[in-house]
């Protein structure tokens, strides 16, 4: 059968009608704020306290836009007769946001967790100097980085984790038959 004209009119007229009918569902985002998904990519927190000052996300970073400052400090020997050893001192952490094309390789190299996505996103300036941000400010963004999602119930535990716990267990036998030799020791000492 042949179509009828104006049929294809008739259907898109009727579509239209049915979305005018509907309320919309548009978020007026200053006024409501919007629900990320989690772990989204907002801006980079620093957890300073893991940082070393290998400047591997500097080195890593596709766009330069990591910049490091840092001394080194001698340390006093651990034990009476060893060696002072050096470290390095992080003096300055900051990364050009109007440079940051945010691919997360910085993050992905760090091999002591220092940087973390934040899911914070509002962080608009008026002058484009402003947008390179210093460790403190980093810093206020690492606070706002949400838990890691919980494992698999069925997944397999992490070598770390069974080995730590392993020792654990372990230590607590010998502690465990230690504290039985000297129950024993007591009993058979007392008349």
């Not at 109007?98 to 996505?117: H, N, Q, R, T």
């Given at each position: 059968m042949p179509p009828i004209p104006g049929s294809g009119?008739?259907?898109g007229l009727a579509v239209t009608l049915r979305t005018m009918t509907k309320k919309t569902v548009t978020a007026q985002y200053p006024d409501t704020q919007p629900e990320l998904p989690p772990r989204s990519r907002g801006v980079i927190g620093l957890f300073e306290e893991n940082c070393t000052v290998c400047m591997l996300c500097a080195r890593e970073c596709p766009d330069w836009c990591i910049y490091i400052d840092s001394h080194k400090e001698t340390v006093p020997p651990a034990a009476p007769g060893g060696r002072e050893r050096s470290r390095n001192v992080l003096d300055r952490f900051a990364?050009?946001?109007?440079?940051?094309?945010?691919?997360?390789?910085?993050?992905?190299?760090?091999?002591?967790?220092?940087?973390?996505?934040s899911p914070e996103f509002e962080y608009a300036e008026t002058d484009i100097h402003e947008l390179t941000h210093e460790r403190d400010k980093l810093r206020e963004w690492m606070w706002t980085v949400p838990e890691p999602p919980a494992l698999d119930p069925g997944a397999e535990e992490p070598k770390e984790i069974a080995a730590a716990r392993k020792t654990a267990d372990k230590l607590a036998a010998q502690q465990a038959q230690q504290a039985q030799q000297a129950q024993q020791g007591e009993e058979g000492g007392t008349p």
């Open positions: 009119l008739a259907k990364i050009d946001f109007s440079l940051c094309m945010y691919c997360g390789i910085c993050i992905e190299v760090c091999p002591f967790d220092a940087l973390f996505w």
